[in-house]
């Protein structure tokens, strides 16, 4: 059950994000692979994340002079080097004995913005020092309030710059895959920065009460959390996992920095649209100057451009990261997303688009060339 050495280099047949995952699966033990590929239940919002970026064709414009474009960008008042960021992921150390710290030397080195979890396997502090590249802590709301607020002091003082607070998995998700593959964490992988969280109370039901609706959910976080949540820091706060353009309309209108339109990696709750279906919608409703992100089946420097084409202002990669990890290490994590940046230039070239804020629904449409306002 152990992980294979990571190599030492880059074998020349691994030249895409998804040889990544060819690689990864031999050398991730077989109940960790199938966690990080899985979906929820049925996996029809895992397949779905796919589909829909397949479903849409670049359309180039010809003869036009890209020598002065470039792929910066400003998000949420910081300078970037690309649209392209590592998502929050979990457990890094399932991946790599490095994990988290391999990951931040990696986006140090591409200038990569980095999220990370709260259920990182490293601490967060030591994950912070290891990149000079922005870098975002993801929230997840614990049942104790006080714990909540001491996880988002321990952020600032690292020098976290955002806030991401993860609304979409209240509870997990059905995971039959990984339940089926027998997968549990191994004892040298723990979510240290949970490690002095107090013990959860003790709660009895009766026959008539719901272990989810009022076990699970009962310290749930609401907007009135968030609102909560707002009072208690400076740092700009991002919503992560919103669907629903008037979801979106409500984060807004309550101050909230920005959104990352997401399915969680159709990890949850299973049958949902994708991020990239919803995109539209949401960035209809919320206008143009608002910053949306989004993630979900990115694998592609093609995918990143028609995120962009439809309303997003910058992506984040998930499982990517981790077989990277797995298969090279940091020097994976880099290569990796160097090749997704590279695939971007060069799918902006080709369809004469030289800046991000050239890459409009202009520069795509639907299979059959059907107008692309018919996604939503
Ligand atoms: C193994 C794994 C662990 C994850 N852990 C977290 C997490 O701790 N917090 C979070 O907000 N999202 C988490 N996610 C979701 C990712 O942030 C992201 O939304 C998703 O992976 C994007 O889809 P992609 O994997 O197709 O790129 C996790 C995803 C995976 C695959």
Redesign the pocket.
Same mark, same amino acid.
């Given at each position: 059950m152990s992980i294979q050495p990571a190599l030492q280099h880059i074998p020349a047949d691994l030249v895409c994000v998804a040889d990544y995952e060819r690689y990864a699966r031999q050398h991730l033990p077989h109940p960790v692979f199938e966690? *990080?590929?899985g979906g929820g239940a049925d996996e029809i919002s $895992?397949r779905r994340?796919r589909a829909t970026f397949d479903q849409i064709s670049i359309v180039p414009r010809v003869l036009r002079d890209c020598t002065q474009g470039g792929t910066q960008t400003h998000l949420l008042g910081e300078a970037f080097r690309h649209p392209i960021l590592l998502?929050?992921?979990?457990?890094q150390k $399932?991946a790599h004995p490095q994990g988290e710290l391999a990951s931040a030397r990696a986006a140090s080195l591409l200038e990569a913005g980095m999220?990370v !979890?709260? $259920? &990182?396997s490293e601490t967060l502090e030591n994950i912070a020092a290891a990149t000079q590249a922005p870098r975002w802590f /993801?929230l997840?709301f614990q049942e104790n309030r006080d714990f909540t607020v001491s996880l988002v002091r321990r952020a600032e003082a690292a020098g976290y710059t955002r806030l991401?607070v993860?609304v979409? &998995?209240p509870l997990q998700g059905i995971r039959n895959r990984a339940q089926r593959a027998g997968f549990t964490l191994p004892e040298h992988v723990s979510a240290i920065n949970l490690s002095d969280r107090p013990p959860l109370p003790y709660r009895e039901f009766t026959t008539d009460q719901s272990i989810v609706l009022q076990g699970m959910m009962s310290e749930a976080p609401t907007w009135g959390d968030i609102a909560w949540l707002q009072t208690q820091t400076a740092l700009p706060i991002i919503l992560?996992?919103v669907l629903h353009a008037e979801d979106a309309r409500l984060a807004q209108s309550m101050g909230i920095a920005g959104i *990352?339109v !997401?399915?969680?990696?159709?990890?949850v709750l299973d049958s949902v649209p994708s991020a990239l279906q919803m995109l539209p919608a949401i960035r209809r409703s919320v206008g143009n100057d608002y910053p949306l992100l989004l993630?979900?089946? *990115? /694998?592609r420097g093609t995918d990143v451009f028609k995120a962009l084409a439809l309303g997003a202002n910058a992506v984040?990669?998930?499982?990517? /990261?981790?077989y990277a990890l797995a298969v090279a290490g940091a020097l994976g994590v880099a290569h990796m997303l160097r090749l997704l940046r590279e695939e971007l230039e060069v799918t902006m070239a080709l369809a004469g688009t030289p800046t991000l804020e050239d890459i409009t629904d202009q520069a795509i449409c639907k299979e059959g060339g059907m107008p692309i306002s018919s996604l939503a």
């Open positions: 966690y *990080i590929c $895992l994340n998502a929050p992921v979990a457990f $399932l999220v !979890s709260t $259920l &990182a /993801q997840y991401v993860t979409d &998995a992560k996992g *990352i !997401s399915n969680h990696g159709g990890r993630d979900g089946g *990115i /694998q984040l990669v998930g499982r990517p /990261q981790l």
